[in-house]
């Protein structure tokens, strides 16, 4: 098996990877990339194809703003359930969305929910990629205020770590310019995963 299952990257250097699950999203990725740019900062996206699908220009945007783009699903639904056939579909159409839209594959998926079994793993091999990325830090942003996740990421905020965040609330919007001016005020970066790995000091 090719793929590896991570949720923290073992490294000293203080660094964080936020990433961005369930997008693109018209209004909060633009949001996300202004502060991202304005904290000289970059995440991880973990798209759907049916949010990008319509939305081909915000993977470019993302991808110029020097951002990785990984595979969520396409239509949010756990793979695990599926048939083999089925899981290549939610992969591969994804990943082809992100390939017309910026040239690129990062050999990246996060599975909706973070559930997988072994078969998911097989698919997503067979597929090309490599790193099936979980987290270590959760703040359930999707139903948390702007004052809880700013605490909750900043309380998981440690060397290599991994943060899932969600492009469907206000709140991770709001939130996310405190979160990276704080990161930066401890004297860590908020990088892609790829940057991420590149740290890593065993695996
Ligand atoms: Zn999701």
Request: net charge negative; proline share 5%.
């Amino acid at each position: 098996m090719a793929i590896t299952t991570i949720r923290k990257v073992p490294t000293s250097a203080p660094a964080v990877c936020l990433t961005f699950d369930d997008g693109p999203h018209s209004i909060y990725t633009p949001l996300a990339l202004e502060a991202l740019q304005r904290y000289n900062s970059h995440a991880t996206w973990f798209v759907l194809g049916k949010q990008a699908q319509s939305r081909l220009n915000l993977l470019t945007d993302i991808y110029l703003g020097g951002n990785d783009i990984g595979v969520h699903s396409y239509d949010h639904i756990r793979l695990t359930g599926l048939s083999r056939s089925q899981i290549a579909s939610q992969l591969g159409r994804t990943k082809a969305l992100i390939q017309e839209a910026t040239g690129q594959f990062w050999p990246y998926f996060r599975p909706t929910d973070g559930a997988f079994n072994q078969t998911v793993l097989e698919v997503a091999d067979s597929l090309g990629f490599e790193w099936n990325v979980l987290w270590s830090v959760d703040p359930r942003d999707y139903e948390a205020s702007t004052a809880q996740i700013i605490s909750r990421v900043l309380a998981g905020v440690q060397p290599g770590a991994i943060i899932i965040l969600h492009e469907v609330t206000a709140p991770t919007t709001r939130a996310l310019p405190v979160i990276l001016e704080e990161i930066s005020k401890r004297g860590y970066q908020a990088v892609t995963f790829s940057e991420l790995l590149k740290l890593a000091e065993e695996i």
